[in-house]
């Protein structure tokens, strides 16, 4: 069934977290959006950006492989806000 951007846009982005883990001494969080694409969202002392409060998103494919052929990013995403992350989370639900 499709989803218009409105029905994707109503659900809020914590219903698409399945799992949360302890990760190096931080938080590592994972998503899936019906589009079978997700994300794995992580804060640590050695990502990018950890040792500053700040969170690393990478791409997952539908099998939960790093995906970097996306247009989101051909990396990981280092240094984000929250608020940074909640907008990539985003893009990605909408691919």
Same mark, same amino acid.
């Given at each position: 069934?499709?989803?218009? @951007?409105?029905?994707?846009? %109503?659900?809020? $982005? @914590?219903?698409?977290?399945?799992? =949360? ?5 931080? #938080? ?11 994300? %794995? #969202? ?23 492989? $790093?995906?970097? %052929? =996306?247009?989101?990013?051909?990396? #990981?995403?280092?240094? $984000?806000?929250?608020? @940074? #992350?909640? %907008? =990539? $989370? ?6």
């Amino acid at each position: 069934m499709y989803m218009n @951007e409105e029905m994707i846009m %109503s659900k809020l $982005l @914590e219903d698409f977290c399945y799992e =949360t883990n302890d990760a190096f001494g931080g #938080v590592q969080k994972l998503y899936q959006f019906d589009n079978g694409m997700g994300a %794995s #969202v992580i804060k640590h002392e050695n990502s990018y950006g950890g040792k500053l409060g700040l969170w690393e998103v990478a791409v997952l494919d539908g099998a939960g492989n $790093l995906d970097y %052929s =996306t247009p989101i990013t051909d990396d #990981v995403l280092g240094r $984000l806000t929250w608020s @940074e #992350v909640t %907008s =990539t $989370l985003r893009k990605i639900q909408q691919l």
